[in-house]
């Protein structure tokens, strides 16, 4: 693991002066064990390459007809996976987000050379607070990978309409994400995700990340955090979106992509 302070490039801070004492908060829900080994929740992932190939598809479109250089943002970042395949295309630039340190010193280890190429800067602060630091019409694509079922329902409203504000006419929002379906299905979609948890990490040896995961999990099914396909759909049509689609669905995880009217 590369240790940020050693970095020749280590993240920038959000300047001091935009928190808004009504602004709604975030939890921190990887500053524990599960940003430790980060690494070790694609073992249980078995459809994140078809997902990360979806997201990769919609980059690659969006840029052929975008034109000259992407200003993309890349929220939640993490150990920087969805920001690699947005660097994947030369065409676009990329700064990516995250509060979490820890997820922030493995993004600066990962991506360094597009650091120093120019391509990419990376923020740690919070997703809101960043956003409402960008000027309206600035970005050309948001993406983001499993942050926004992270988020409680007021604080991911307010970035949904964040994401909104700072796309330009004709931006793209692409989200890769847990999208809960609407009614059984979704049950059966979670307990296929717990069995691949304890076929991955059954052993002793991981047995905290097992926990970590499926409390999280669990967690993740509560009113605070359950993201319904169905109505994550209506709020972001709500705000102004077109163009809404779910381009991949497998199990739970869906790739839904938007473009600002
Ligand atoms: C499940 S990880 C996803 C990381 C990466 N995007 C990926 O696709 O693998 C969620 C990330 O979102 C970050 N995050 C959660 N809430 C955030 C917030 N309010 N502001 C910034 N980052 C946040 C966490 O620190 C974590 O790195």
Known sequence: MVDSSKSPHPASRAPEGADNPSAPKSERRFAGKLSDRYDLWRVARPHLETIHGAVSDQVTRFAEANGDKVRAVDIGCGDGAITALLLDDERVDVVGVDNEPKMIVQALGRLRRWIELGRLSVVEADALRYLAEQGDGSVDLVASGYVFHNLTPDYRAAAFAEVYRVLRSG?????????????????????????????????????????????????????????????????????????????CRRRMDAVLVARKA
């Open 171 to 247: 931006g793209l929002f692409i989200n890769a994400d847990k999208y809960a379906r609407d009614g059984e299905v979704h049950y059966q979609d979670l307990k296929w995700q717990i069995d691949r948890f304890f076929e991955a990490f059954g052993d002793t040896e991981h047995i905290d990340i097992l926990r970590a995961w499926v409390l999280h999990h669990i967690e993740d099914e509560g009113p605070n955090h359950l993201m319904l396909e169905s109505a994550a759909l209506t709020e972001l049509e709500a705000l102004g979106f077109v163009e809404l689609s779910i381009v």
